[in-house]
């Protein structure tokens, strides 16, 4: 559930993280500020575990506002996610940056919109998109960008052709980004951010080869970057090995007290009620099914919300007086076995009998892509461990009992 914790009605449905994984992003934001140097920032995590939230807490933090100017672009809205290129997110950053310029009312020196207007003409993105501003001199910046990710998104005949003219012509394209970057600085004394949100939501792999072999054009740009990317990349040393500590990972909410119990944590479980308590009355819950349905969560703010509505919707068919039980979590966690079965291969099963065996896997391949369908969550409490998705690890326990 995506809150605005600075939006007045949005405040009574936030409950606050308490977490300190923000803390050093801060401190980078201000250090790079000073030292006159673009940020670039990782933010990763489960999905639904609230990163969208967190971004949104992130824009509207003082510390950050006052140096910088934020701006999300969600690659999710903008973009085909089925078919990224790195052009793609340079057009989503141009597009904030322009956004920013237009909001703030930046005046932009006719020199540089002479040369913006000059790149759309060489570079043809309006003719290419449509016609609409074919042949006028006056064609603004704006209305290029919009057209090509429009264009991008809807996955056309024209997006190679976009595509490759951007190739062509990138050298140009990043002088014009960093020069409407400089006029916004020197207007409004605050440097532009671009937040790409939305990466995390697909396949891990592609994303990986973009930042890898592309990471020096995406960056070259002298405009501040927070990016959210997928889970699965911080275990890709390639990716790792220039992101060092230029990272944050938000926690899943922390379910169980270590690795290998069973055992509920109670500052969790307690941040879990606090949740459900701003959607609905606990009253319509039994304490066991609470803690089924939080058990069965992973920690994830979305499955915690999401298992507790599908339970409730089991309940109330059942006797629309009547209280959440046990017995309505169990269908719910038959629901999610079922969604498990169907993804996952024989292959996937070894790796994951090999997770349940040792939660601090090392040097074996196929925990990526099942951390990306959350088979296997990542429990960074302490130094960090893996377990199975609680529907996941009831497939194994019934295919082991079967067994013996």
Known sequence: ???????????????????????????E?????????????????????GKSTELNRVVNDQRLLSQYLPAIFSVREKLDINNLDFT??????????VSMAEDHEVKVPAALTQRIEKWGREVEIETETG??????????????????????QAGGSLKKTIREKMRDRL?????????????????????????????????????QDIFTNHWASISKPRVSLLIVVPLPLLNEPKFMAYVQDNYSLLPNVKVFTKA???????????????????????????DKALREIFRLSGGMLRDMIGIAGDAAKYADADDPKG?????????????????????????????????RDN??????DGIGPLLHLKAIIFYPNGEGWYGLHPAVQAILDAASASAS
Not at 88 to 97: F, K, P, R, S, T
Not at 266 to 271: A, E, I, L, T, V
């Open 88 to 97: 793609d997110l340079l057009l989503g950053i141009a597009e904030c940056v």
């Open 359 to 364: 939660p601090y896997p090392l040097g074996f």
């Open 323 to 355: 209280k959440v039980k046990p017995s309505h979590v169990t269908r719910v966690l038959n629901d999610r076995k079922a969604y498990f079965r169907r993804l996952l291969s024989a292959k996937d099963f070894e790796v994951l009998r090999r997770v």
């Open 131 to 152: 016609g609409e501003g074919a042949g006028k001199t006056g064609v603004e910046w704006n209305f290029l960008l919009l057209k090509a990710t429009a264009e991008i």
């Open 1 to 27: 559930m995506e809150l605005h914790p600075a939006r007045p009605e949005d405040r009574p449905f936030y409950v606050e993280r308490g977490t300190e994984t923000l803390d050093s992003m801060m401190a």
């Open 260 to 286: 290998g119990s069973d055992d509920l944590d109670s500052n969790g479980f307690k941040f879990f009620k606090e949740v459900i308590s701003r959607l609905a009355s606990l009253d319509l819950f039994t």
């Open 29 to 49: 934001a201000a250090s790079a500020a000073v030292g006159s140097r673009p940020f670039r920032w990782f933010f990763t995590g489960h999905t639904g575990a």
């Open 171 to 207: 050298t140009d394209f990043i002088t014009l980004i960093d020069d409407l970057a400089q006029e916004i600085e020197k207007s409004k004394q605050r440097r532009p951010l671009v937040v790409l949100d939305g990466l995390d939501h697909v396949d891990f792999r592609p994303i």
